[in-house]
């Protein structure tokens, strides 16, 4: 039988108070990586196949289909709801939501080991209080962020683009521009300056984030 002691390494930069011992790359860690992946691979194979996205060919989804039906999309709603809430004289306050918050939330996460980390590595011991209060604030955290993903994202109708957003229902209404570059250089361009493009009668004239939002909520409204 193998020793486990000969199956561990000890590395001089991983002194205290990290930990001292490690197990090797190969073949333990390499597999159990390995084994780990093709169960997340195998899971998300599975859950695709047996609750597929109800689209058929045949008999496209109304406009109006797709609440609650959870996607990855609700992600990115959530991303951009700052151009949902913050329109008109608001809009100056666009960076705050869109650049200035997601900045302060990265330098939080990266700034945590910092904060937390000086005390263990000065070899004192997290209290138990500490802890919990750590604990506590990442579930927090974690619960509020699905929150609002959840709750920004159930309303929106997912599987009703396809109802009209298909080559049947006109040129290129599917495809994007087949020059992007072109397209947004100059015929955007032109679309702002003179207010094409006009959103269902709204006082909105120009296809901007926050039309994009409203017409993926409310498809036969926002058009």
Not at 54 to 61: G, R
Not at 208 to 223: F, G, I, K, S, V
Request: proline letters at 9%; aromatic letters at 14%.
């Amino acid at each position: 039988m193998t020793d486990k002691q000969t199956d561990l390494i000890r590395d001089p930069k991983y002194d205290p108070p990290y930990p001292q011992r490690f197990h090797a790359f190969w073949p333990r860690h390499a597999l159990k990586t390995m084994a780990v992946s093709l169960i997340t691979i195998a899971l998300l194979l599975g859950l695709s196949y047996f609750y597929r996205v109800p689209s058929d060919v045949n008999m496209p989804p109304l406009p109006t289909d797709g609440e609650y039906l959870p996607g990855p999309e609700w992600y990115l709603i959530f991303i951009f709801q700052p151009f949902w809430y913050l329109t008109g004289e608001a809009t100056r306050w666009l960076p705050l939501g869109t650049f200035w918050a997601p900045v302060l939330i990265l330098s939080a996460g990266f700034a945590l080991p910092l904060i937390f980390g000086r005390q263990k590595a000065a070899g004192r011991r997290h209290s138990t209080l500490g802890k919990l209060l750590m604990a506590v604030g990442a579930v927090a955290i974690w619960v509020g962020m699905t929150v609002a993903v959840t709750g920004n994202g159930y309303p929106a109708k997912t599987t009703g683009c396809t109802s009209c957003h298909n080559p049947m229902m006109g040129v290129r209404q599917a495809l994007p521009p087949p020059d992007m570059a072109k397209y947004y250089r100059g015929s955007r361009q032109t679309q702002i300056k003179v207010g094409g493009y006009r959103a269902g009668g709204a006082v909105q004239s120009y296809k901007d984030a926050n039309w994009q939002l409203r017409h993926y909520y409310e498809p036969t409204m926002t058009w």
